[in-house]
């Protein structure tokens, strides 16, 4: 029994590399397409709309070997919420990575037209957005249930931003009607990227499922009871 289980354990270590692969890809393509919209960097942009096939054969291939596992191996109790939670991780990823494409269409239409104010907001929404996504990952491979209880914290942080631009930009919208297009896609880029926050908080939470087995997600995160972590 010792050699399949070894094998398991190594497959399962595949598995992580892998997704750890495919997040750091997606947390790339989120800071291109922010930085092509805050520099006006166009090449950025079209980077991104033309690179989105690594991101769509990681997400089949890690599907595949989630489905390996559980069908090779019949998994129980706490490899196979890992697995699970794999899974639906690989799904948030392959979002953020349409959501990057989302930001980079949006980001072409505004460098279309002059710069309607100044981007400080946006490139803080990214960055906080990248920093979710990372510690979201480091946390599913860590084990670590504080971390991801700090991702999903930092989820109002977003929410405000992106409440702070849109009332800005309204702002400018109503002095100058001339703003109103470029305005509107800064407006769909805030939303994007709170989107991409809320995929670090899916993350989150299922790292917390899979650790501790409880279910977050339609509640306040209290610290979870028992002994420490190890």
Do not use: W
């Not at 070894?6 to 397409?33: C, D, I, P």
């Amino acid at each position: 029994m010792q050699r399949p289980a070894r094998h398991f354990q190594e497959e399962l270590e595949a598995l992580r590399q892998r997704l750890l692969a495919m997040g750091g890809l997606a947390e790339e393509r989120v800071r291109l397409a922010v930085r092509g919209v805050a520099e006006r960097e166009p090449d950025d942009l079209q980077a991104i709309l033309e690179g989105d096939e690594p991101v769509n054969d990681l997400h089949i291939e890690v599907d595949d070997r989630c489905f390996k596992l559980l069908a090779l191996h019949q998994p129980m109790a706490a490899d196979l919420r890992i697995i699970v939670a794999a899974v639906k991780i690989n799904t948030d990823l392959e979002r953020v990575g349409d959501l990057a494409v989302n930001v980079a269409e949006a980001g072409q239409r505004y460098l279309q037209h002059p710069p309607v104010k100044p981007l400080l907001d946006i490139p803080r929404m990214g960055d906080i957005a990248q920093i979710m996504l990372r510690d979201a990952l480091d946390a599913f491979v860590r084990r670590d249930v504080g971390l991801a209880e700090a991702v999903l914290a930092r989820d109002d942080e977003l929410d405000a931003l992106k409440m702070q631009i849109f009332l800005e930009l309204l702002t400018y919208m109503l002095q100058d009607p001339h703003t109103i297009e470029p305005a509107l896609d800064l407006i769909l880029i805030s939303r994007h990227l709170e989107r991409i926050g809320d995929h670090a908080t899916n993350i989150a939470e299922d790292v917390i499922f899979m650790v501790s087995a409880r279910d977050v997600r339609h509640q306040a995160v209290d610290p979870a009871p028992g002994p420490p972590r190890g």
